[in-house]
């Protein structure tokens, strides 16, 4: 079975880097606002949903698009 775009380890890769920018975005923002709780929550769920569209929107745009970014 092939598949056109990136590999197994490509995938890997991005969410990987995906899941350490949700966490390091979310750390620094809990402790600069200096909040606890639910507030606390609340805005790691809103970074995390953010850095997942756009994580996944510019992985469609590199590698599943018809006419991706790398064409010339």
Do not use: C, H
Not at 8 to 23: N, Q, S
């Amino acid at each position: 079975m092939s598949r056109d775009g990136p590999g197994f380890l490509e995938d890997l890769v991005l969410l990987w880097l995906t899941l350490v920018v949700w966490i390091g975005l979310s750390e620094f923002a809990v402790t600069t606002l200096n909040v606890d709780g639910v507030v606390a929550t609340v805005v790691a769920l809103g970074i995390g949903t953010v850095v997942a569209f756009v994580g996944l929107y510019g992985y469609y745009r590199l590698f599943l698009d018809e006419k991706p970014l790398q064409s010339a």
